[in-house]
């Protein structure tokens, strides 16, 4: 399942210092339509282990303007609430699975 994160929910997701995958999107960009699905069979495969959410750039400045969003989609990966890596633009499934892959090993 993907979660709908918002300005007023961010922190309380981040604070759960859970491994999480973070997209970038909004609804008129074609490249975050793109991956949309990609994003959603992932966290379907590492359901037990990830935490994925979609922001909404165009309704989510606070959130937006924290890590400096200036493309997208992007997408930032969190480790114990801390962005450990990224991905801006569309990438292919395998590009996620290795990056989410090598950092889980990590933990």
Known sequence: ???????SNFEELRKSKKFMVL???????????????????????????VTFGKLDVDTNNDVVA????????TILFFKDG????????AAQRATFIEKIDTLIVEE
């Open 1 to 7: 399942m993907v979660l709908e994160v918002t300005d």
């Open 23 to 49: 997209d970038f999107w909004a609804e008129w960009c074609g490249p975050c339509r793109m991956i949309g699905p990609v994003i959603d069979q992932l966290a379907e495969r590492y359901e037990c282990v």
């Open 66 to 73: 924290l890590f400096g969003v200036r493309s997208i989609p």
């Open 82 to 89: 801390e962005v450990v890596d990224k991905v801006v633009g």
